[in-house]
């Protein structure tokens, strides 16, 4: 008998060290890693209902495509998933089981072509040209609650964007925030680091002619960018800046550090239609009064010499539309269909750019909703930052939004075309050069400004005819007209050096 038990014990020592593994097919699982050499995939025979999980089961590899492909549904795809933003994507848990140039991220999956389920996929933190410079830094306790002075490296001849994020604090907006700064990081001022120390921005004291190098600020910047150098009198320097800033909570602070030598022509976009009237997909731009407005856009663009290249056409369907996503600090009732204020904001603004996490396409994303009601004033467009995170999808501040049934009801693509050009070119680093209160100025020193006295209805708003000789004819004027598409030398300067053009 001790024979036979000292036998069975070293057949199970050898089972146990001769390097296979337990068969995991069929369990349960959330990572490739959980696998042991097979694939964490959708469970095919479970379909979700709208918005619920998605459940994944560990299964062997098959033919499909890899994470960042393509795609039109799951089973396009080696894992099952394809992301409502169009591209196959992998489980996680965390940034850990996702590989260094990736982040873990709450992310939407295409289950039928009519609902959507809620998973956690790996997703690229950074899409651009190859020839872009991506350089991430973590700074641990960087932030502490209230202002702090923060140090960027210097800067070359070629403009170099910063995308600062607040690691610990994602509760936006605050119900109860009185505050000037609503998104989680705010800056408050911009200065070189040298012997002489000059003053770039101070939001504060904004000078009569504008900034040097201007700062975009604004309950939805989120991220926070930050170009240096935005425009000729902010040249670049070799001692490096100081960026003062404001935050709410103390906390890490993430820095991705994005450039590029080479100028590019083409601007790709995706296109998220989001319950905007009559858009399907349909060609190569859309239904025919978009892909008019996109031959606008063209037109506009063409004086800067870039023009549209491809267009991903994204349908967004099911209860999404109207849910929207929660939020960890407030009570949202409206979904993304149509963005109303609430708390003085649009609570759903930054959910809904989050949607294009995992696009893995070197485009801009643009979102096409049925309406935007910012406290009872009709919107028709809002870009997520000047210049948004480029390269950078599923962000807070990933993108623009377009108000599209206001012109679609109308077949006006003229001017919807003059909006999408004027929010892209925003979203490319473009500010208004005159803002509507008339005390408020671009840092370009050949936009002309147009300054609150020429006011004459005295309605405290500049428009384009009050202004027609001062810039009210340039596309980024703060008020709109279909025929006011102008863009100066600096401007287009601005425009081409866009590190997202291919």
């Known amino acids: 008998m001790r024979a036979h038990a000292a036998l069975w014990l070293l057949l199970g020592s050898l089972g146990a060290c001769d390097g296979t593994a337990p068969n995991r097919a069929g369990k349960a699982c959330s990572t490739d890693a959980q696998c042991d050499g097979l694939v964490c995939k959708t469970a095919s025979d479970r379909v979700p209902e709208d918005l619920a999980d998605l459940e994944f089961v560990c299964q062997p590899a098959h033919d499909g495509k890899q994470p960042g492909a393509a795609c039109e549904t799951g089973g396009d795809c080696l894992h099952g998933v394809c992301l409502l933003s169009g591209a196959c994507a992998a489980p996680c848990t965390n940034d850990a089981s996702c590989s260094p140039q990736q982040r873990c991220a709450a ?7 009519e609902t959507l389920a809620s998973l956690q996929a790996c997703v690229a933190r950074v899409d651009l040209p190859s020839d872009a410079q991506v350089a991430t830094q973590v700074r641990e306790r960087a932030l502490r609650a209230g202002v702090a002075q923060l140090d960027l490296p210097p800067s070359a001849a070629t403009p170099t964007l910063h995308v600062l994020e607040h690691l610990d604090d994602d509760t936006w907006p605050l119900p109860d925030s009185q505050s000037r700064c609503r998104p989680p990081l705010c800056a408050r001022g911009l200065s070189t680091r040298d012997a002489q120390a000059r003053v770039l921005f101070e939001l504060a004291q904004l000078p009569a ?25 902010a040249a670049a320097n070799p001692a490096g800046y100081t960026l003062e800033v404001e935050a709410k909570r103390a906390g890490d602070l993430r820095i991705t550090t994005l450039s590029r030598t080479q100028r590019g022509q083409r601007l790709d976009l995706n296109l998220y239609y989001v319950g905007a009237r009559d858009l399907v997909a349909s060609g190569d731009r859309g239904i025919p009064t978009l892909s008019a407005a996109l031959e606008e856009v063209d037109r506009i663009l063409a004086a800067a010499d870039i023009f549209i290249g491809e267009v991903r056409q994204v349908e967004v369907h099911g209860a999404l539309l109207d849910r929207g996503t929660p939020l960890a600090a407030a009570e949202v009732s409206q979904g993304f269909r149509y963005l109303r204020s609430q708390y003085q904001v649009l609570p759903q603004l930054p959910e809904l750019f989050k949607l294009s996490a995992g696009a893995a396409d070197i485009a801009l994303d643009v979102f096409l909703v049925a309406d935007i009601d910012a406290g009872g004033r009709d919107v028709g467009g809002i870009s997520g930052g000047t210049p948004i995170p480029l390269g950078m999808h599923g962000t807070p501040g990933s993108g623009i939004v377009i108000a599209a049934d206001m012109f679609l009801s109308n077949d ?9 050009a004027h929010e892209l070119c925003h979203a490319l680093g473009l500010f208004h050069p005159t803002e509507a209160d008339g005390r408020v100025f671009d840092p370009l020193p050949d936009t002309p400004v147009c300054p609150i006295d020429h006011d004459q209805n005295g309605d405290g708003i500049l428009d384009a005819r009050e202004c027609a000789a001062l810039g009210g004819d340039n596309l980024m004027f ?5 025929e006011d598409t102008q863009l100066t030398p600096e401007q287009i300067n601005v425009l081409r050096q866009a590190l997202i053009l291919q």
């Open 478 to 482: 703060a008020t709109s007209d279909a």
């Open 412 to 420: 006006d693509s003229k001017q919807l075309g003059r909006t999408i």
């Open 209 to 233: 002619d504008g900034p040097d190098n201007a700062v975009a600020t604004g309950d939805y910047v989120n991220p926070l960018t930050v170009l240096l150098p935005n425009g000729p009198r």
């Open 107 to 113: 992310a939407y999956a295409r289950s039928t072509t």
